[in-house]
Structures are given as C-alpha cells and as structure tokens.
C-alpha cells in the first residue's frame, strides 16, 4: 500500500513539474498524509524528470495521432511515470500498466485510462529495445 501512495505522491510531484515546479521532497510528504517510502519516491520523480526527453520521444512513438505536447496534463504526467516504471526500473510491467491505468480512471479524463493502457501495452511490447535507448541518454 506504502508504494501505491508513493506512486500517486510521485504523480502529483510530476504533474506540478510540469508547471515548472521544482520537486520538494520534504513538503510534498509533511502535506500528504499518508506512509510514503521515499527512496522509492525520489527513483520515480528524479527518473521522469531526468529522463523527460527520452520518455517523452518514446510516448510520442507509440500514442497514435498524439504528439507528448497536445495531451492532457494529467495524461502526460501518467504515461511519463508509468513509462519510467517499465523503462527505468524493475517493476513488473504488469503493475507499471495497472497502477497507471488506475491513476487515469481517478484523475484523467473519460477516454483517459483506454488511451493510456494502449500506448502503455505498446511500449511494453518494446521494452527490451526502449530501455537499451534509455541507457544511452
């Protein structure tokens, strides 16, 4: 339970990058009440951003007609958090598709959580090349 709340934490600190906010560790954890690991928070949110060029590209790859920059925020902020999670870390892809697709159902839109399993499922067909590309930004 500790790592879903983590996720969602992480995603909130994304969304708010996208603002041009800088990531604070120590208030977004004081102000959000619930256990949160924050090792596991700190791999999550530094991997998106850190790596934001390449995901992006990646996205953008495999979400059909969708440039990155035309998506909804909330969307954006998912699919980077979830293609970090398959691409930059060893969570099973299985959980990396369904914790975002959850994510999308509570905060996305009404095609949201559709749109977002299948460009999820895509890149998950291509992981073992995507994450080769990742290794070299």
Do not use: C
């Not at 996305?108 to 073992?128: P, T």
């Amino acid at each position: 339970m500790a790592r879903t709340a983590t996720r969602l934490l992480a995603f909130y600190m994304i969304f708010q990058a996208d603002f041009g906010q800088e990531p604070d560790y120590a208030l977004a954890m004081e102000g959000f009440h619930r256990p949160v690991n924050e090792d596991f928070l700190r791999q999550l949110v530094e991997g998106v951003l850190s790596h934001s060029h390449y995901l992006d590209e990646v996205i953008s790859q495999h979400s059909r007609n969708w440039s990155v920059e035309r998506m909804p925020r909330v969307d954006r902020a998912v699919l980077r958090l979830a293609t970090w999670e398959l691409l930059g870390t060893d969570i099973p892809p299985a959980v990396a598709i369904n914790e975002a697709v959850k994510l999308a159902k509570d905060y996305g839109g009404a095609d949201s959580s559709a749109f977002i399993n299948g460009v999820l499922d895509s890149i998950k067909e291509r992981r073992e090349v995507l994450v080769s590309g990742l290794k070299k930004t």
